[in-house]
Protein backbone atom coordinates (compact mmCIF):
# COMPACT_ATOMS: atom_id res chain seq x y z
CA UNK A 1 0.00 0.00 0.00
CA UNK A 2 1.28 3.28 -1.08
CA UNK A 3 2.20 6.24 1.03
CA UNK A 4 2.22 10.17 0.60
CA UNK A 5 4.86 12.47 2.00
CA UNK A 6 3.46 16.14 2.88
CA UNK A 7 5.26 19.29 3.89
CA UNK A 8 3.30 21.18 6.44
CA UNK A 9 3.73 24.71 6.74
CA UNK A 10 2.77 26.74 9.24
CA UNK A 11 1.28 29.98 7.20
CA UNK A 12 2.48 33.71 7.70
CA UNK A 13 5.56 32.23 10.08
CA UNK A 14 8.93 34.01 9.13
CA UNK A 15 11.14 32.23 8.86
CA UNK A 16 9.22 29.46 7.26
CA UNK A 17 8.13 26.66 10.27
CA UNK A 18 7.69 23.34 8.80
CA UNK A 19 7.56 19.52 9.26
CA UNK A 20 7.59 17.23 6.65
CA UNK A 21 6.17 13.58 7.27
CA UNK A 22 4.31 10.40 5.79
CA UNK A 23 0.97 9.38 5.72
CA UNK A 24 -0.46 6.14 4.36
CA UNK A 25 -3.07 5.99 1.96
CA UNK A 26 -6.54 4.24 1.99
CA UNK A 27 -7.92 6.96 4.68
CA UNK A 28 -10.53 9.72 4.90
CA UNK A 29 -9.74 13.67 5.35
CA UNK A 30 -11.72 13.02 8.59
CA UNK A 31 -8.86 10.42 9.68
CA UNK A 32 -6.33 12.91 8.29
CA UNK A 33 -7.49 15.63 9.78
CA UNK A 34 -6.74 13.71 13.12
CA UNK A 35 -3.17 13.05 12.06
CA UNK A 36 -2.74 16.65 11.02
CA UNK A 37 -3.86 17.80 14.46
CA UNK A 38 -2.03 15.03 16.11
CA UNK A 39 1.98 16.22 13.94
CA UNK A 40 1.34 19.39 14.75
CA UNK A 41 0.78 19.19 18.21
CA UNK A 42 -2.68 20.83 18.21
CA UNK A 43 -5.05 20.74 20.20
CA UNK A 44 -7.96 18.33 18.57
CA UNK A 45 -11.04 20.06 16.80
CA UNK A 46 -13.40 18.94 14.43
CA UNK A 47 -13.83 22.37 13.08
CA UNK A 48 -11.68 21.58 10.61
CA UNK A 49 -11.24 22.47 6.70
CA UNK A 50 -9.24 21.16 3.85
CA UNK A 51 -9.65 23.66 0.94
CA UNK A 52 -8.06 22.59 -2.75
CA UNK A 53 -8.43 26.08 -4.64
CA UNK A 54 -7.86 24.66 -8.20
CA UNK A 55 -10.05 22.20 -8.08
CA UNK A 56 -12.80 23.86 -6.16
CA UNK A 57 -12.98 21.50 -3.02
CA UNK A 58 -13.52 21.77 0.45
CA UNK A 59 -14.00 19.56 2.68
CA UNK A 60 -15.77 19.65 6.30
CA UNK A 61 -16.47 17.50 8.97
CA UNK A 62 -20.38 17.02 8.70
CA UNK A 63 -22.01 17.67 12.22
CA UNK A 64 -26.20 17.34 12.76
CA UNK A 65 -27.90 20.62 12.51
CA UNK A 66 -24.97 22.98 12.21
CA UNK A 67 -24.03 24.25 9.02
CA UNK A 68 -20.59 25.20 8.35
CA UNK A 69 -21.54 26.08 4.68
CA UNK A 70 -18.52 29.86 4.03
CA UNK A 71 -17.95 29.45 0.14
CA UNK A 72 -20.80 29.38 -2.31
CA UNK A 73 -18.06 28.75 -5.28
CA UNK A 74 -16.62 25.50 -3.68
CA UNK A 75 -17.93 22.35 -4.04
CA UNK A 76 -18.33 21.14 -0.45
CA UNK A 77 -17.83 17.62 1.00
CA UNK A 78 -18.30 15.80 3.76
CA UNK A 79 -14.59 14.73 5.26
CA UNK A 80 -15.77 11.19 7.12
CA UNK A 81 -17.02 10.18 3.84
CA UNK A 82 -14.40 11.54 0.95
CA UNK A 83 -11.12 9.51 0.71
CA UNK A 84 -7.61 10.88 0.30
CA UNK A 85 -6.02 9.25 -2.36
CA UNK A 86 -7.66 11.38 -5.96
CA UNK A 87 -7.20 14.68 -4.75
CA UNK A 88 -3.60 14.07 -2.81
CA UNK A 89 -2.82 12.21 -6.23
CA UNK A 90 -4.12 15.29 -8.62
CA UNK A 91 -3.05 18.05 -6.37
CA UNK A 92 0.39 19.39 -5.32
CA UNK A 93 -1.17 21.54 -2.42
CA UNK A 94 -3.94 22.46 0.14
CA UNK A 95 -4.81 24.35 2.49
CA UNK A 96 -5.57 22.72 5.99
CA UNK A 97 -7.58 25.20 8.13
CA UNK A 98 -8.85 25.06 12.01
CA UNK A 99 -11.62 27.57 12.44
CA UNK A 100 -13.59 28.80 15.52
CA UNK A 101 -10.37 30.72 17.26
CA UNK A 102 -10.06 34.05 17.24
CA UNK A 103 -8.42 33.78 13.78
CA UNK A 104 -7.75 30.99 11.94
CA UNK A 105 -4.99 28.53 12.07
CA UNK A 106 -3.41 27.65 8.47
CA UNK A 107 -1.35 25.33 7.59
CA UNK A 108 0.07 25.19 3.50
CA UNK A 109 0.34 21.33 2.77
CA UNK A 110 2.57 20.58 0.26
CA UNK A 111 2.20 16.58 -1.67
CA UNK A 112 5.91 16.29 -2.16
CA UNK A 113 5.74 12.81 -3.49
CA UNK A 114 3.94 9.37 -3.74
CA UNK A 115 5.42 6.25 -2.32
CA UNK A 116 5.50 3.38 -3.30
CA UNK A 117 6.51 1.99 0.14
CA UNK A 118 4.19 0.70 2.87
CA UNK A 119 4.44 2.79 5.93
CA UNK A 120 3.58 0.98 9.44
CA UNK A 121 2.51 4.48 10.82
CA UNK A 122 2.65 8.28 10.44
CA UNK A 123 5.92 9.48 10.95
CA UNK A 124 7.84 13.08 10.95
CA UNK A 125 10.78 12.86 8.97
CA UNK A 126 12.14 16.34 9.54
CA UNK A 127 11.45 19.70 11.18
CA UNK A 128 12.55 23.30 11.26
CA UNK A 129 12.28 25.89 13.59
CA UNK A 130 9.04 26.14 16.14
CA UNK A 131 6.05 27.54 16.22
CA UNK A 132 6.15 31.35 17.72
CA UNK A 133 4.05 30.61 20.75
CA UNK A 134 5.38 27.31 21.92
CA UNK A 135 8.28 24.78 21.43
CA UNK A 136 7.66 21.70 19.75
CA UNK A 137 8.33 18.19 21.21
CA UNK A 138 11.14 16.68 19.55
CA UNK A 139 10.11 14.32 16.46
CA UNK A 140 11.54 11.05 18.18
CA UNK A 141 9.12 11.25 20.72
CA UNK A 142 6.22 12.85 18.48
CA UNK A 143 6.74 9.50 16.56
CA UNK A 144 6.53 7.32 19.09
CA UNK A 145 3.28 8.52 20.09
CA UNK A 146 2.13 8.17 16.47
CA UNK A 147 3.37 4.51 16.42
CA UNK A 148 1.44 3.72 19.67
CA UNK A 149 -1.75 6.07 18.82
CA UNK A 150 -1.90 5.10 14.90
CA UNK A 151 -0.47 1.53 13.73
CA UNK A 152 -1.62 0.82 10.01
CA UNK A 153 -4.45 -1.68 10.02
CA UNK A 154 -5.14 -2.67 6.20
CA UNK A 155 -8.69 -3.60 6.11
CA UNK A 156 -11.63 -1.51 5.34
CA UNK A 157 -11.98 1.78 4.66
CA UNK A 158 -13.06 3.88 7.87
CA UNK A 159 -15.95 6.26 7.57
CA UNK A 160 -16.06 7.14 11.15
CA UNK A 161 -16.75 11.12 12.10
CA UNK A 162 -13.78 12.99 13.57
CA UNK A 163 -15.56 12.80 17.42
CA UNK A 164 -15.57 8.98 17.10
CA UNK A 165 -11.95 8.86 15.71
CA UNK A 166 -11.09 10.60 19.08
CA UNK A 167 -13.01 8.48 21.36
CA UNK A 168 -11.86 5.54 19.88
CA UNK A 169 -8.56 7.30 20.85
CA UNK A 170 -9.60 8.28 24.51
CA UNK A 171 -10.80 4.79 25.42
CA UNK A 172 -7.61 3.24 23.85
CA UNK A 173 -8.89 1.79 20.80
CA UNK A 174 -5.66 2.51 18.97
CA UNK A 175 -5.03 1.90 15.47
CA UNK A 176 -5.41 3.56 11.86
CA UNK A 177 -8.10 1.92 9.75
CA UNK A 178 -7.11 1.88 6.01
CA UNK A 179 -8.68 0.28 3.00
CA UNK A 180 -6.11 -2.24 1.39
CA UNK A 181 -6.45 -0.94 -2.16
CA UNK A 182 -6.16 3.11 -1.71
CA UNK A 183 -9.09 3.10 -4.30
CA UNK A 184 -11.45 0.93 -2.36
CA UNK A 185 -14.14 2.93 -0.27
CA UNK A 186 -13.26 6.03 -2.93
CA UNK A 187 -16.39 8.15 -3.36
CA UNK A 188 -16.53 11.80 -4.07
CA UNK A 189 -18.15 12.24 -0.64
CA UNK A 190 -21.27 13.98 0.62
CA UNK A 191 -22.28 17.09 -1.55
CA UNK A 192 -23.87 19.60 1.04
CA UNK A 193 -26.36 21.17 -0.94
CA UNK A 194 -26.75 24.56 -0.28
CA UNK A 195 -29.87 26.36 -0.11
CA UNK A 196 -30.28 30.33 -1.11
CA UNK A 197 -29.85 31.84 2.11
CA UNK A 198 -26.33 29.97 2.19
CA UNK A 199 -25.44 31.10 -1.28
CA UNK A 200 -26.52 34.77 -0.16
CA UNK A 201 -23.93 34.53 2.75
CA UNK A 202 -21.17 34.07 0.90
CA UNK A 203 -21.65 37.36 -1.01
CA UNK A 204 -20.34 40.64 0.18
CA UNK A 205 -22.19 43.04 2.42
CA UNK A 206 -22.34 45.96 -0.92
CA UNK A 207 -23.68 43.10 -3.18
CA UNK A 208 -26.56 42.05 -0.64
CA UNK A 209 -27.24 45.73 -0.30
CA UNK A 210 -27.35 46.53 -4.04
CA UNK A 211 -30.04 43.54 -4.54
CA UNK A 212 -31.94 44.55 -1.65
CA UNK A 213 -32.37 48.37 -3.44
CA UNK A 214 -33.05 46.47 -6.41
CA UNK A 215 -35.69 44.85 -4.88
CA UNK A 216 -36.98 47.64 -3.22
CA UNK A 217 -36.88 45.99 0.13
CA UNK A 218 -38.02 48.49 2.64
CA UNK A 219 -35.26 49.66 5.29
CA UNK A 220 -32.47 47.60 3.43
CA UNK A 221 -29.82 50.57 3.70
CA UNK A 222 -29.96 50.21 8.30
CA UNK A 223 -29.53 46.08 7.76
CA UNK A 224 -26.70 44.01 8.52
CA UNK A 225 -25.42 41.13 6.77
CA UNK A 226 -27.59 38.77 8.45
CA UNK A 227 -30.33 40.67 7.94
CA UNK A 228 -29.30 41.76 4.28
CA UNK A 229 -29.33 37.97 3.94
CA UNK A 230 -32.47 36.89 4.98
CA UNK A 231 -34.86 39.60 3.66
CA UNK A 232 -33.24 38.95 -0.13
CA UNK A 233 -33.79 35.07 0.71
CA UNK A 234 -37.07 35.54 1.31
CA UNK A 235 -37.78 38.24 -1.41
CA UNK A 236 -36.42 36.01 -3.99
CA UNK A 237 -38.18 32.76 -3.23
CA UNK A 238 -41.92 34.98 -3.29
CA UNK A 239 -43.85 33.42 -6.34
CA UNK A 240 -44.84 37.08 -7.46
CA UNK A 241 -41.29 38.32 -7.58
CA UNK A 242 -40.04 35.37 -8.93
CA UNK A 243 -42.48 35.16 -11.88
CA UNK A 244 -41.75 38.59 -13.10
CA UNK A 245 -37.85 38.07 -12.64
CA UNK A 246 -37.92 35.23 -14.58
CA UNK A 247 -41.07 36.39 -17.34
CA UNK A 248 -38.59 37.91 -19.23
CA UNK A 249 -35.74 34.76 -20.36
CA UNK A 250 -36.45 32.57 -23.04
CA UNK A 251 -37.18 29.02 -23.48
CA UNK A 252 -33.84 28.11 -24.18
CA UNK A 253 -32.84 29.65 -20.69
CA UNK A 254 -35.67 28.29 -19.21
CA UNK A 255 -35.06 24.50 -20.62
CA UNK A 256 -31.36 25.20 -19.43
CA UNK A 257 -32.66 25.94 -15.58
CA UNK A 258 -35.14 22.81 -15.50
CA UNK A 259 -32.47 20.64 -16.66
CA UNK A 260 -30.49 22.06 -13.81
CA UNK A 261 -33.37 21.22 -11.09
CA UNK A 262 -33.50 17.86 -12.38
CA UNK A 263 -30.30 17.13 -11.63
CA UNK A 264 -30.93 17.36 -8.11
CA UNK A 265 -27.10 18.90 -7.36
CA UNK A 266 -23.83 19.84 -8.89
CA UNK A 267 -23.17 18.92 -12.26
CA UNK A 268 -21.06 20.03 -15.17
CA UNK A 269 -23.52 21.62 -18.02
CA UNK A 270 -21.82 22.14 -21.96
CA UNK A 271 -20.84 25.79 -22.56
CA UNK A 272 -24.06 26.54 -25.02
CA UNK A 273 -26.20 25.45 -21.49
CA UNK A 274 -23.60 27.24 -19.40
CA UNK A 275 -24.67 30.40 -21.24
CA UNK A 276 -27.62 29.98 -20.59
CA UNK A 277 -27.65 30.16 -17.30
CA UNK A 278 -25.87 33.04 -16.71
CA UNK A 279 -28.86 35.12 -16.74
CA UNK A 280 -30.26 33.23 -13.53
CA UNK A 281 -26.82 33.74 -11.63
CA UNK A 282 -27.18 37.12 -12.04
CA UNK A 283 -31.14 36.77 -10.47
CA UNK A 284 -29.69 34.81 -7.63
CA UNK A 285 -31.45 31.76 -8.36
CA UNK A 286 -28.30 29.77 -9.00
CA UNK A 287 -25.20 28.69 -8.47
CA UNK A 288 -22.63 28.70 -10.94
CA UNK A 289 -19.13 27.71 -9.46
CA UNK A 290 -15.68 27.83 -11.10
CA UNK A 291 -15.01 24.96 -12.07
CA UNK A 292 -18.07 25.18 -14.76
CA UNK A 293 -20.56 23.52 -12.71
CA UNK A 294 -23.47 24.63 -11.62
CA UNK A 295 -26.34 23.74 -8.87
CA UNK A 296 -29.67 25.10 -8.31
CA UNK A 297 -30.39 25.81 -4.16
CA UNK A 298 -32.62 23.42 -2.57
CA UNK A 299 -35.64 25.86 -2.08
CA UNK A 300 -35.04 27.82 -5.53
CA UNK A 301 -35.89 24.99 -7.50
CA UNK A 302 -39.09 24.50 -4.65
CA UNK A 303 -40.01 27.94 -5.63
CA UNK A 304 -39.87 27.08 -9.44
CA UNK A 305 -41.59 23.83 -9.43
CA UNK A 306 -44.82 25.90 -7.62
CA UNK A 307 -44.49 28.90 -10.43
CA UNK A 308 -44.21 26.58 -13.05
CA UNK A 309 -47.94 26.45 -14.79
CA UNK A 310 -48.83 26.81 -18.07
CA UNK A 311 -50.43 30.39 -16.97
CA UNK A 312 -46.42 31.29 -16.49
CA UNK A 313 -45.24 30.13 -19.65
CA UNK A 314 -47.56 31.62 -21.46
CA UNK A 315 -47.18 35.08 -19.41
CA UNK A 316 -43.24 34.81 -19.61
CA UNK A 317 -43.23 33.39 -23.50
CA UNK A 318 -45.85 36.76 -24.40
CA UNK A 319 -43.58 39.38 -22.01
CA UNK A 320 -40.39 37.98 -23.44
CA UNK A 321 -41.05 38.77 -27.23
CA UNK A 322 -42.66 41.89 -26.52
CA UNK A 323 -39.46 42.62 -24.65
CA UNK A 324 -37.44 41.84 -27.63
CA UNK A 325 -39.87 43.69 -30.05
CA UNK A 326 -39.05 46.94 -27.98
CA UNK A 327 -35.32 45.96 -28.07
CA UNK A 328 -35.31 45.96 -31.84
CA UNK A 329 -37.28 49.34 -32.10
CA UNK A 330 -34.54 50.85 -29.56
CA UNK A 331 -31.54 49.91 -31.86
CA UNK A 332 -33.10 49.66 -34.99
CA UNK A 333 -36.03 52.23 -35.47
CA UNK A 334 -35.78 54.82 -32.63
CA UNK A 335 -39.26 54.95 -33.00
CA UNK A 336 -42.47 53.35 -34.44
CA UNK A 337 -45.91 53.48 -34.93
CA UNK A 338 -47.72 50.95 -32.20
CA UNK A 339 -48.69 49.18 -35.38
CA UNK A 340 -45.27 48.07 -36.23
CA UNK A 341 -44.27 46.92 -33.24
CA UNK A 342 -47.20 43.96 -33.86
CA UNK A 343 -46.93 43.12 -36.63
CA UNK A 344 -43.03 42.23 -35.16
CA UNK A 345 -44.96 40.63 -31.99
CA UNK A 346 -47.57 38.77 -34.01
CA UNK A 347 -44.93 37.62 -36.21
CA UNK A 348 -42.62 36.00 -33.20
CA UNK A 349 -45.83 34.64 -31.75
CA UNK A 350 -47.30 33.48 -34.63
CA UNK A 351 -50.47 34.79 -33.67
CA UNK A 352 -52.99 37.60 -33.64
CA UNK A 353 -52.41 40.55 -31.10
CA UNK A 354 -55.18 42.81 -30.17
CA UNK A 355 -55.10 45.99 -28.65
CA UNK A 356 -55.49 44.33 -25.48
CA UNK A 357 -53.48 42.12 -25.39
CA UNK A 358 -50.80 44.11 -27.23
CA UNK A 359 -51.54 46.56 -24.13
CA UNK A 360 -50.93 43.62 -21.36
CA UNK A 361 -47.62 42.79 -23.04
CA UNK A 362 -46.57 46.20 -22.82
CA UNK A 363 -47.27 46.39 -19.07
CA UNK A 364 -45.46 43.19 -18.69
CA UNK A 365 -42.28 44.85 -18.76
CA UNK A 366 -40.42 46.44 -15.65
CA UNK A 367 -40.27 49.97 -16.45
CA UNK A 368 -36.69 50.74 -15.43
CA UNK A 369 -36.14 47.63 -17.78
CA UNK A 370 -38.06 48.85 -20.82
CA UNK A 371 -36.23 50.49 -23.19
CA UNK A 372 -39.28 52.14 -24.98
CA UNK A 373 -41.92 55.21 -23.67
CA UNK A 374 -45.56 55.30 -25.38
CA UNK A 375 -46.50 58.19 -27.02
CA UNK A 376 -49.14 59.28 -29.42
CA UNK A 377 -49.53 55.55 -30.64
CA UNK A 378 -45.85 55.02 -30.85
CA UNK A 379 -43.02 52.90 -29.31
CA UNK A 380 -40.05 55.98 -28.90
CA UNK A 381 -36.40 54.99 -27.47
CA UNK A 382 -36.33 56.28 -24.60
CA UNK A 383 -32.60 56.81 -24.85
CA UNK A 384 -33.47 59.04 -27.99
CA UNK A 385 -36.41 60.81 -26.41
CA UNK A 386 -34.78 61.42 -23.22
CA UNK A 387 -31.41 62.91 -25.48
CA UNK A 388 -34.26 64.70 -27.46
CA UNK A 389 -33.45 63.18 -31.35
CA UNK A 390 -36.04 60.97 -31.98
CA UNK A 391 -37.87 63.39 -34.41
CA UNK A 392 -34.52 64.68 -35.75
CA UNK A 393 -34.35 61.07 -36.53
CA UNK A 394 -38.17 59.81 -37.93
CA UNK A 395 -37.29 63.63 -40.45
CA UNK A 396 -34.33 62.02 -41.26
CA UNK A 397 -35.88 58.61 -41.85
CA UNK A 398 -38.49 60.08 -44.20
CA UNK A 399 -41.05 57.88 -45.75
CA UNK A 400 -38.98 54.62 -45.78
CA UNK A 401 -40.89 51.95 -45.11
CA UNK A 402 -40.31 49.70 -41.86
CA UNK A 403 -38.02 46.61 -42.29
CA UNK A 404 -39.93 42.97 -40.92
CA UNK A 405 -37.16 40.95 -39.62
CA UNK A 406 -37.83 37.25 -38.53
CA UNK A 407 -37.85 36.41 -34.91
CA UNK A 408 -34.39 34.60 -35.40
CA UNK A 409 -32.85 38.04 -36.53
CA UNK A 410 -34.64 40.07 -33.74
CA UNK A 411 -32.75 37.85 -31.61
CA UNK A 412 -29.86 37.81 -33.15
CA UNK A 413 -29.43 41.63 -32.81
CA UNK A 414 -30.87 41.77 -29.46
CA UNK A 415 -29.13 38.68 -27.84
CA UNK A 416 -26.05 38.80 -29.97
CA UNK A 417 -25.31 42.75 -30.67
CA UNK A 418 -24.58 41.83 -34.71
CA UNK A 419 -26.01 39.65 -37.19
CA UNK A 420 -24.19 36.55 -36.58
CA UNK A 421 -25.10 34.93 -39.81
CA UNK A 422 -24.44 37.55 -42.57
CA UNK A 423 -21.86 36.51 -45.04
CA UNK A 424 -20.15 39.95 -44.55
CA UNK A 425 -20.06 40.18 -40.82
CA UNK A 426 -18.92 36.01 -40.94
CA UNK A 427 -15.75 37.49 -42.84
CA UNK A 428 -15.18 40.09 -40.88
CA UNK A 429 -15.11 37.72 -38.04
CA UNK A 430 -12.92 35.44 -39.91
CA UNK A 431 -10.40 38.34 -40.36
CA UNK A 432 -10.31 39.08 -36.99
CA UNK A 433 -9.62 35.84 -35.41
CA UNK A 434 -7.51 34.84 -38.59
CA UNK A 435 -5.35 37.57 -39.95
CA UNK A 436 -4.89 39.38 -36.69
CA UNK A 437 -5.05 36.73 -34.51
CA UNK A 438 -7.38 38.08 -31.98
CA UNK A 439 -9.15 35.33 -29.19
CA UNK A 440 -12.62 34.53 -29.59
CA UNK A 441 -13.55 37.01 -26.46
CA UNK A 442 -11.81 39.92 -28.05
CA UNK A 443 -13.75 38.84 -31.38
CA UNK A 444 -16.95 38.86 -29.52
CA UNK A 445 -16.14 42.03 -28.02
CA UNK A 446 -15.29 43.57 -30.99
CA UNK A 447 -17.79 42.76 -33.50
CA UNK A 448 -21.31 44.05 -31.84
CA UNK A 449 -18.85 47.54 -31.40
CA UNK A 450 -18.28 47.59 -35.23
CA UNK A 451 -21.89 46.93 -35.60
CA UNK A 452 -23.19 49.14 -33.35
CA UNK A 453 -20.90 52.62 -35.31
CA UNK A 454 -22.28 51.41 -39.00
CA UNK A 455 -25.94 50.83 -38.12
CA UNK A 456 -25.99 54.29 -36.86
CA UNK A 457 -24.00 55.64 -39.75
CA UNK A 458 -20.28 55.74 -38.00
CA UNK A 459 -17.14 57.48 -40.24
CA UNK A 460 -14.35 55.15 -41.11
CA UNK A 461 -12.38 57.20 -38.81
CA UNK A 462 -14.82 56.11 -35.99
CA UNK A 463 -14.20 51.94 -36.59
CA UNK A 464 -10.91 52.58 -36.70
CA UNK A 465 -10.76 54.79 -33.50
CA UNK A 466 -12.42 50.92 -31.84
CA UNK A 467 -9.39 48.99 -33.27
CA UNK A 468 -6.58 52.12 -31.62
CA UNK A 469 -8.84 51.88 -28.06
CA UNK A 470 -8.29 48.22 -27.58
CA UNK A 471 -4.80 48.62 -28.56
CA UNK A 472 -5.33 45.84 -31.66
CA UNK A 473 -2.73 46.70 -34.40
CA UNK A 474 -2.68 46.06 -38.19
CA UNK A 475 0.29 43.80 -38.78
CA UNK A 476 0.60 44.93 -42.67
CA UNK A 477 -0.63 47.39 -45.36
CA UNK A 478 -1.68 44.44 -47.06
CA UNK A 479 -4.17 43.73 -43.63
CA UNK A 480 -5.52 47.42 -43.96
CA UNK A 481 -6.58 46.87 -47.18
CA UNK A 482 -8.14 43.63 -46.63
CA UNK A 483 -9.85 45.59 -43.76
CA UNK A 484 -11.25 48.29 -45.56
CA UNK A 485 -12.74 46.09 -48.35
CA UNK A 486 -14.08 44.09 -46.02
CA UNK A 487 -15.51 47.31 -43.97
CA UNK A 488 -17.09 48.44 -47.42
CA UNK A 489 -19.32 45.31 -47.73
CA UNK A 490 -19.82 45.09 -43.96
CA UNK A 491 -20.94 48.83 -44.52
CA UNK A 492 -23.39 47.75 -47.63
CA UNK A 493 -25.23 44.97 -45.82
CA UNK A 494 -25.80 46.35 -42.16
CA UNK A 495 -28.64 47.55 -41.07
CA UNK A 496 -28.95 51.23 -40.48
CA UNK A 497 -31.07 53.27 -38.14
CA UNK A 498 -31.51 55.79 -40.63
CA UNK A 499 -33.15 53.84 -42.68
CA UNK A 500 -35.63 51.69 -40.41
CA UNK A 501 -33.27 48.42 -40.80
CA UNK A 502 -33.14 48.57 -44.51
CA UNK A 503 -29.07 48.06 -45.71
CA UNK A 504 -27.93 50.24 -48.59
CA UNK A 505 -27.92 47.19 -50.50
CA UNK A 506 -31.26 46.59 -50.13
CA UNK A 507 -32.64 50.47 -51.15
CA UNK A 508 -30.17 49.81 -54.08
CA UNK A 509 -32.17 46.90 -55.14
CA UNK A 510 -35.42 48.52 -54.18
CA UNK A 511 -34.79 51.71 -56.07
CA UNK A 512 -34.30 49.25 -59.61
CA UNK A 513 -37.09 46.94 -58.04
CA UNK A 514 -39.64 49.51 -57.72
CA UNK A 515 -40.04 51.32 -61.01
CA UNK A 516 -42.34 50.59 -64.14
CA UNK A 517 -42.11 50.55 -68.20
CA UNK A 518 -42.76 54.36 -69.04
CA UNK A 519 -42.78 55.85 -72.93
CA UNK A 520 -40.34 58.54 -72.52
CA UNK A 521 -40.32 62.30 -74.57
CA UNK A 522 -37.24 63.34 -74.16
CA UNK A 523 -37.62 65.76 -77.25
CA UNK A 524 -41.13 67.24 -76.18
CA UNK A 525 -44.47 65.89 -77.62
CA UNK A 526 -43.72 66.09 -80.76
CA UNK A 527 -40.36 64.32 -80.79
CA UNK A 528 -39.45 60.79 -80.71
CA UNK A 529 -40.77 58.07 -78.30
CA UNK A 530 -38.39 56.12 -76.26
CA UNK A 531 -39.14 53.55 -74.47
CA UNK A 532 -37.64 53.54 -70.87
CA UNK A 533 -39.38 52.82 -67.11
CA UNK A 534 -40.45 55.60 -64.24
CA UNK A 535 -39.86 55.20 -60.40
CA UNK A 536 -43.28 54.13 -58.68
CA UNK A 537 -43.28 56.30 -55.12
CA UNK A 538 -45.07 55.22 -52.54
CA UNK A 539 -48.88 56.81 -52.75
CA UNK A 540 -48.99 56.05 -56.17
CA UNK A 541 -51.47 53.59 -57.71
CA UNK A 542 -50.01 50.08 -57.67
CA UNK A 543 -49.68 48.61 -61.35
CA UNK A 544 -51.09 45.43 -60.82
CA UNK A 545 -54.56 46.78 -61.22
CA UNK A 546 -55.84 46.30 -57.23
CA UNK A 547 -56.69 49.73 -56.83
CA UNK A 548 -54.58 50.20 -53.90
CA UNK A 549 -51.91 52.66 -53.56
CA UNK A 550 -48.69 51.03 -54.29
CA UNK A 551 -46.96 51.57 -50.41
CA UNK A 552 -50.28 49.55 -49.28
CA UNK A 553 -49.73 46.40 -52.30
CA UNK A 554 -47.12 45.24 -53.91
CA UNK A 555 -44.77 47.89 -52.40
CA UNK A 556 -45.45 46.77 -49.30
CA UNK A 557 -42.50 44.43 -47.69
CA UNK A 558 -42.05 41.76 -45.03
Not at 464 to 485: C, L, N, T, V
Amino acid sequence: MKSYQLKILIKRTKPPVWRRCVIPSGITFSQLAVLLEEIMEETPSARFEFEFPRAGILLQERRKDEKLFRRWDYDYRCASDAMTGSLLDSESWFTFRICGMDEDLEYRVDVEKCLEEETLCPEIRKQKGDPQDRTWTDPDTVNRRLRERFPVICKEADHSGFEQLLQNLQSGRYGLRCARDPQEGQAEGETFRPDLQEFLSARAIADLRNMAYGLSIPGCGRMTKKELTEAVRNELLKPAVMEERLQLLSDGEIAAYEHAIREGGRYTPGPEELKKLERFYELGYIILYKDDRAEVPTDAAEAYRRIDTPEFREKRRGAFWMYHCLLFVDILYGSAPESVVCRLLEKCLDSPVSPQLFTELWNRIPEKLNPCLRLDGKAVSRNAQESGVYQEIEKLQGEKEFFIPSPEEILDYTEEGYPTADPSYLRLKSFLTGTLMLDEGSTDELLPAIWGHVSTGARASDIRDIFYQMEIPFPSRMAEREFKAIMTDVRDHTRLLLNRGWTRQEIRDRERADRIPAVLLPNGASGEMLAGSRKIYPNDPCPCGSGKKYKKCCGRKG
